[in-house]
């Protein structure tokens, strides 16, 4: 008995410090009739990038709404720091394009450039000025 305790614990903590890690400064306003994907990426050029981490990296923002983005793990102002030249890139999809489709092929959609509807490449110190607050459409 005692090691389950021991062992809810342990698992609780985990959750806890986890939680703790994850950063909800950042929101996204989604101000079209549609909803919409956002993806950040701490290089300047997506192709290039490996999305390992493609369900770390993006929210669903519901249409008319704002939602927080969580740095889930992390701090923003760690994001930033660990950026190239201190930018992140925040690419907007139209979130219909994710629909029906594999991890894998997400993946692809999201590599492909051509298909954002809008790319915000933002420094700490832009992002302090909107007030931690990214619109689209602008």
Not at 32 to 54: A, C, G, M, T
Not at 68 to 74: E, I
Not at 105 to 128: A, D, F, H, I, V
Request: with cysteine.
């Amino acid at each position: 008995m005692r090691h389950y305790v021991l062992i809810f614990f342990g698992i609780v903590s985990i959750f806890t410090l986890c939680f703790q890690c994850s950063d909800d400064k950042l929101k996204i306003k989604n101000n079209s009739s549609k909803d919409i994907l956002v993806y950040y990426s701490q290089k300047r050029d997506i192709k290039n990038e490996d999305l390992e981490y493609y369900y770390s990296h993006t929210a669903e923002i519901p249409k008319n709404s704002i939602s927080p983005f969580f740095a889930k793990n992390n701090k923003w102002n760690n994001i930033f720091e660990e950026s190239q030249n201190g930018i992140v890139t925040f690419y907007v999809f139209d979130s219909k394009l994710f629909q029906n489709r594999s991890i894998k092929e997400g993946q692809l959609l999201l590599k492909n450039n051509k298909l954002y509807l809008e790319k915000y490449e933002l420094n700490k110190s832009e992002l302090k000025r909107m007030n931690w607050l990214i619109t689209y459409p602008r």
